[in-house]
């Protein structure tokens, strides 16, 4: 495999595949982007949170290289593109939160929208859904007006019904080890941002390479041409990747850039 020849972009997922377990970027990873952007490679992070999020765990030295695909893809920054933002329908966000209050009411319901995270229950998310700061906290009528970029439900336990309640009205998909489910706008998926992208960067999606682990990874590795699946990714991401490297605590980016940027042994399936 050649970097000049054969890849010409690298995505990147966050969580559980570019952050290792204490969220972190490590610095061989680190150096590993920075020499691949140096190489002539375009860069985007594409990941389901938010900017503040992001802007916590990346540097702003890897920021500055790259294009940014936040919360599934309802959000995105691009230097070519600008800013794109695509949130649910509002009248949709009113009847999915009107549902779950209903048929579910021991779940629990947030909803981001443009890097302001909300929530009409108080009660401690950071060991509910393993966040580091609780939401602002609104009436449910409030909640009900809020133009969502992604709505967020956890111990959601008939997702099924959801899905077919609100199927072609809404993009569902349930990740965490499908502790968390995750609602964004019918037509957003980190696969379309992504193929925007690289459309305004004249980069054929033939020539991307994607690292992932989780089922929001799973639609964007069908659309790349060298799926790259995580050591600790879901099976089913594993069995449509074009290879599996180390998990993200064996820094299994590092290991695939720095094969392609050096030359090292060819990469095998």
């Given at each position: 495999?050649?970097?000049t ?6 995505v990147?997922d ?10 972190e ?5 680190k150096r590993?982007?920075?020499?691949a952007h140096?190489?002539?490679l375009?860069?985007?992070f594409?990941t ?9 765990f ?9 294009s940014v695909?936040y ?7 691009d230097n070519?593109?600008?800013?794109k933002h ?5 009248m949709?966000?009113?009847?999915i939160?009107?549902y779950i209050h209903?048929?579910?009411p021991?779940a629990?319901i ?6 302001i995270w ?5 009660l401690?998310y950071?060991q509910?859904m393993k966040v580091?700061?609780?939401p602002t ?6 909640l009900r ?8 439900i956890s111990q959601c336990?008939?997702?099924k019904s959801?899905q077919e309640?609100f199927?072609?009205k809404?993009?569902i998909?349930?990740?965490?080890s499908?502790s ?6 019918k037509d957003v998926?980190?696969?379309r ?7 305004a960067?004249?980069?054929?999606m ?9 089922w929001?990874d799973?639609?964007l ?5 060298l799926?790259?699946?995580m050591?600790n990714?879901i099976?089913e991401?594993?069995e449509i990747?074009?290879f599996v ?5 064996e820094e299994g980016v590092?290991?695939?850039?720095e094969?392609i940027i050096?030359?090292t042994?060819?990469?095998?399936n």
């Amino acid at each position: 495999m050649k970097l000049t020849n054969d890849v010409k972009a690298i995505v990147l997922d966050l969580d559980g595949t570019l952050l290792n377990s204490q969220k972190e970027v490590s610095e061989r990873s680190k150096r590993a982007i920075l020499t691949a952007h140096e190489r002539g490679l375009a860069i985007i992070f594409a990941t389901a949170r938010p900017p503040r999020s992001v802007n916590d765990f990346l540097c702003r030295e890897l920021q500055e290289i790259a294009s940014v695909v936040y919360y599934n893809g309802a959000l995105s920054v691009d230097n070519q593109l600008g800013r794109k933002h695509y949130p649910i329908e509002q009248m949709l966000t009113e009847e999915i939160l009107n549902y779950i209050h209903t048929n579910q009411p021991d779940a629990y319901i947030s909803i981001e929208s443009e890097d302001i995270w909300y929530s009409s229950q108080t009660l401690d998310y950071k060991q509910v859904m393993k966040v580091t700061t609780n939401p602002t906290v609104v009436t449910i009528d409030e909640l009900r007006k809020i133009q969502a970029s992604k709505i967020l439900i956890s111990q959601c336990y008939d997702y099924k019904s959801l899905q077919e309640l609100f199927e072609g009205k809404v993009n569902i998909i349930r990740t965490d080890s499908g502790s968390l489910i995750q609602i964004m706008d019918k037509d957003v998926s980190k696969e379309r941002a992504v193929i925007d992208i690289c459309t305004a960067k004249r980069i054929p999606m033939d020539y991307v390479m994607s690292f992932g682990d989780d089922w929001n990874d799973f639609n964007l590795f069908r659309e790349s041409g060298l799926p790259v699946a995580m050591g600790n990714a879901i099976p089913e991401l594993k069995e449509i990747a074009f290879f599996v490297t180390g998990n993200n605590d064996e820094e299994g980016v590092a290991q695939v850039l720095e094969q392609i940027i050096f030359g090292t042994n060819p990469i095998k399936n």
